[in-house]
């Protein structure tokens, strides 16, 4: 059974920075890659980046690109999420989901309970 646990989240100012993470268990073949994604209240989940476990290929939604990096630790099984210049439009809850690659969320199986990020103007 897949498992994912987020972790990291908090309270920052603008311009701060986190550091999520995403410890993923019992990854089968479909576990192709790892997305993160956002939901703020009222609102859908939209992508926010992913990373191809075999090769560390990573995908970016362009409101995160150059401020976001997200890598992978293949022999941890631990995904991360490096958040810089934080904005306050980048809060929510973000949750990690394991699956096929892309940007939605039906192409993920399996999710975390997800993490809150909330950032101060």
């Known amino acids: 059974q897949v498992r994912l646990v987020e972790s990291g989240g908090g309270l920052v100012q603008t311009g701060g920075s986190l550091n999520l993470s995403c410890a993923v268990s019992?990854?089968?073949?479909?576990?192709?890659?790892v997305g993160w994604f956002r939901q703020a209240p009222g609102t859908e989940r939209v992508f926010v980046a992913s990373?191809?476990?075999?090769?560390?290929?990573?995908y970016y939604a362009d409101s995160v690109k150059g401020r976001f990096t997200i890598s992978r630790d293949d022999a941890e099984s631990t995904v991360y999420l490096q958040m810089n210049s934080l904005k306050p439009e980048d809060t929510g809850v973000y949750f990690c989901?394991?699956?096929?690659?892309?940007?939605?969320?039906?192409?993920?199986?399996?999710w975390g309970q997800g993490t809150q990020v909330t950032v101060s103007s």
């Open positions: 019992g990854r089968t073949f479909t576990s192709v890659a």
């Open positions: 990373v191809i476990w075999k090769d560390g290929s990573a």
């Open positions: 989901a394991d699956g096929y690659a892309g940007i939605l969320p039906a192409t993920y199986e399996h």
